[in-house]
């Protein structure tokens, strides 16, 4: 049995920020567990640029964004363990790994979740057909074309309006591809604005809503798919059902934190968010075990990414010092009016930074409405949103002061009302 200080829980922007974080709190004996051959995670494959606008103020491709942090873990001596597969985490904090020296046992004092999240696969959709060649996620169509240099196909549809979705539709056209439509169950994209702007609007490529496949055509290769209009209800209008030819579809359907780890360690788990429940250190229910990242909640941009991961770094090495309070108020965020879930769902103000960032994502797309933090029943703060819609998070910042004006608060709420 080795033992640590701070194990990190893989090797992505989250765990490289994170293990950065915990650095500039003085924590020196930490170890980075990655499954992959390179840290960076997800990031070496999106090699489009946008990335590093609020981070680093100047725009970055993927590789580029992710070097910045492997440098920086270079740099401050950090240990990465490459090619080494977490198998479980007991709720003691208790590492079992392997990888070509074997199985590693490791006791950590303290433990941060950054497994990211992987795709929803095509059995998660229940599409009629048999399973020919030719359908993809589309973050595996990602990785064939941007690092193996292979193109899934030429005609392409494209289920999903998700950011990756999205821009596969723009990288697959920029390579002689046919994207003949991007089709969307729901009656907005689920992904960002610009997105939508810079990959479909700019290079003619339609985007259907209310839309889904209702049938797969072909045996051995995929000859096409049957799409159909669906109702309030979501469900399929026959008569509107049309048939496009295509060699390839590729699923954007919604991404899935990956916490087989965090069951495993008796962590407990949102039914909305799918990501551990956490307050405002980024702390689970399982103690000594933080949280961050993808593997947390879905994020929009790799730079929130990074800024959580920093707190949760440094509130773990704050852990391992023992100078987190051991008694704790737990203090309910509570999502409504259209608000689906808050991270954090809970806060201790007596503990909180002087300032803290909620994020949390709304269930529909709203115009003209405001958004509302709620002390208790007092009405703490108010924004007008021109436009607030499931495919951007949103956030708002509690403060201190905030609290100080109440002797006690027993909740917190963030609500989406509309504006006056």
Known sequence: MQNIDLAIIGGGPAGLAAAVGAHTQGIRDIVIFERDSTPGGILNQCIHNGFGLHAFKEELTGPEYAERFIQQTKDLGIRIRLNTMVLSISPQREITAVNEQGVLHVQAKAIVLAMGCRERPRGALNIPGSRPAGIYTAGT??????????????????LGSGDIGLIMARRMTLEGVHVKAVVELMPYSNGLKRNIVQCLDDFGIPLLLSHTVTE???????????????????????ETEQYIPCDTLLLSVGLLPENELSKSAGVQLSPITGGAVVNEQLETSAEGIFACGNVLHV?????????ESLLAGRNAARYIQNALA???????????????????SMIDPRLMDPELVVRFRVDQVYRGYRVCVYLGDHLEYSRKARVLTPGEMESVTLTQAMFAKQETVPSVTVSVERAE
């Open 141 to 158: 169509a990602q990785r064939f074309v941007n690092l193996n240099g292979y193109l899934p196909g030429k005609e392409v549809v494209i």
């Open 216 to 238: 797969i055509v072909g045996r051995r290769r995929l000859e096409g798919v049957k799409i159909a209009q669906v109702d309030a209800d979501r469900r399929p209008v026959p």
């Open 299 to 307: 994020h929009d941009l790799v730079d929130y990414v990074s800024e």
């Open 326 to 344: 051991e008694t704790r108020r737990n203090i309910p965020i509570l999502p409504r009016g259209g608000v689906r879930y808050t991270v954090p």
